[in-house]
């Protein structure tokens, strides 16, 4: 069983479209993150939830906007889509809000704006 | 601002050799370091550090934190092949009741035959 997955594992899209991704775990965690890798694989947080309530939102353009409906899955809407989305987005989960030594990684999210 | 460096950028040895991967870092309210490997697809854990001087072995690799020097050492002995990867450090630094992580840019590692 996948503990945290995403979908899709592939997105190419043209500039100004609006997109989705959804991610879902299954180990029962409390907390669930979106992460961006670049292309030169430099990964930075994104957000984080806990119990579907925001707790970190680092400098992202609010063209990105993270949704958990529930503590189990965490979707990243992004809304007029710019070359330099282009981009792995992973999704992980960690136990609570200690981050430490619990947080799994889903298989990531290829992003290719065209 | 977090900020986590890694050193080198890029390395390539022989199947056999041992290698040394570097991370330091300048963090407020630092938790612990830890160190992913990533291959084609997610990170996944190789080890949390949390105190100073204490290393931590898993097979042919370990690493240990300098907490007052502030930095990490990632070693690999013996290489092989399937070492041959991305290795990511990273600080988890307290931001009130919830903590989160700062990468590094990453050593990419390649073990030739």
């Known amino acids: 069983d996948t503990a945290v997955s995403q979908t899709p594992k592939y997105l190419v899209t043209q500039m100004g479209n609006d997109k989705s991704i959804k991610c879902e775990q299954n180990?029962?965690?409390?907390?669930m993150y979106w992460y961006k890798q670049d292309s030169k694989k430099f990964l930075k947080i994104m957000f984080s939830?806990?119990?579907?309530?925001?707790?970190i939102n680092e400098t992202v353009p609010n063209r990105f906007s993270p949704k958990s409906p529930d503590k189990a899955h965490l979707n990243l809407h992004i809304n007029s889509l710019e070359l330099g989305d282009s981009a792995v987005y992973f999704c992980?989960?960690?136990?609570?809000?200690?981050?430490?030594?619990?947080?799994?990684f889903g298989p990531g999210t290829r992003l290719t704006v065209l | 601002e977090d900020k986590v460096v890694q050193s080198p950028l890029s390395l390539v040895v022989h199947e056999g050799d041992t290698v040394t991967l570097n991370c330091s870092y300048e963090?407020?309210?630092?938790?612990?370091l830890l160190w992913y490997k990533q291959e084609k697809k997610a990170p996944t854990f190789l080890f949390m550090l949390?105190?100073?001087?204490i290393e931590k072995k898993s097979g042919r690799l370990s690493s240990i934190l300098d907490k007052k020097e502030l930095f990490s050492i990632l070693n690999i002995t013996a290489t092989q092949t399937g070492d041959s990867a991305v290795y990511l450090c990273?600080?988890?630094?307290?931001?009130?009741?919830?903590?989160?992580?700062?990468f590094g840019t990453g050593t990419r590692l390649q073990v030739t035959l």
């Open positions: 992980a989960s960690s136990q609570d809000l200690r981050v430490a030594d619990t947080q799994y």
């Open positions: 180990l029962g965690h409390d907390t």
């Open positions: 939830y806990n119990n579907k309530e925001l707790i």
């Open positions: 963090v407020t309210n630092f938790r612990s």
């Open positions: 949390t105190s100073s001087g």
């Open positions: 990273a600080v988890e630094a307290s931001t009130g009741t919830a903590s989160k992580l700062t």
